[in-house]
């Protein structure tokens, strides 16, 4: 591998270094973010939330800017490899981005050595603020994000089932679809339903989401049958309630390829982005990412 550590010297004298997040810096990154980013996550649900299996080969964690032995900037990265169109796609999704006030200048260090690794086409699930401008100029794409908000009302019938048992998604799942649960079943923001009807099984990846610090929502990341999602979406609504005492689901077109007869568009909605000079933005999904792994 080449050599990734670059340093810069202060004002004051000291170097800047930046470096490669290793796993044996995991533990004090993990810390730092807490401490600097989100205090909502503890610093052992950002180290679980790094330590995922898929990422057992992947170049880092991102990179890390280090100043007298200490932490003061992180832009953490979750990596894949997918296959689209019979083709090996590596992808890098651009995580948790913060620096210290003090050292903000080299924040963009950590930008050029994330996005100037090649062969990979590059994420970001939740940009905010100026990095969405700066996305812009570093030619990411924004996502079509066109969300509803479904309240989740009682549902009964029959003919249909939904679980949320681990062993029971587990059983009913095959092939990829199991795959995918394997992956994800201890990432920390990754929860998961099966929706069973006439011998079909739909896997569902959501996460507990905030809106104006109102954690009342659930998010829908991943739908493995569409067709079947779209003809079973009241009960998956139900259980969402009844289960898990979430009042409402965000339910993005694109991820669902379904539009909820009883629910409210929204107006604004987050912002997610991509750059890629292979894959289409209907190929982008969320999986694999922080959407996945970090319960904020």
């Known amino acids: 591998m080449a050599d990734l550590s670059h340093r810069e010297q202060t004002t004051d004298g000291a170097r800047v270094e930046m470096r490669p997040i290793t796993s044996v810096d ?11 980013l989100n205090d909502r996550v503890p610093a052992a649900t950002w180290a679980a939330a790094m330590r995922q299996s898929w990422q057992a080969d992947a170049p880092n964690y991102g990179f890390m800017l280090v100043r007298a032995g200490e932490v003061v900037g992180v832009y953490l990265a979750f990596y894949s490899q997918r296959t689209f169109d019979g083709q090996i796609e590596k992808i890098c999704n651009l995580a948790a981005w913060c620096v210290q006030e003090a050292h903000r200048a080299h924040g963009l260090r950590l930008v050029k050595s994330m996005i100037g690794q090649p062969g990979y086409s590059f994420t970001d699930l939740s940009p905010s603020g100026n990095v969405i401008e700066l996305n812009k100029r570093l030619n990411f794409h924004h996502l079509d994000t066109a969300t509803t908000l479904v309240p989740n009302l009682p549902w009964f019938g029959t003919g249909t089932s939904v679980t949320s048992d681990p062993a029971e998604i587990a059983s009913r799942l095959s092939g990829r679809d199991l795959e995918i649960y394997r992956d994800h079943a201890h990432a920390p923001a990754s929860h998961h339903l099966v929706v069973s009807r006439n011998g079909r099984n739909c896997h569902i990846i959501f996460r507990k989401d905030r809106r104006k610090r109102l954690r009342l929502f659930a998010s829908i990341l991943h739908v493995s049958d569409p067709a079947l999602f779209s003809q079973v979406a ?4 139900s259980h969402l309630l009844t289960r898990f005492g979430i009042p409402f689901t965000l339910v993005e077109k694109r991820v669902t390829q379904h539009s909820p007869k009883l629910a409210f568009p929204l107006r604004s ?3 997610k982005m991509f750059r890629s000079t292979r894959l289409r933005p209907e190929q982008v999904d969320y999986l694999y990412s922080e959407l996945t792994c970090v319960p904020w």
């Open 269 to 271: 909605t987050r912002p």
């Open 234 to 237: 009241r009960h998956v609504y």
């Open 26 to 36: 995991v533990e004090r990154v993990a810390c730092f973010l807490n401490a600097e």
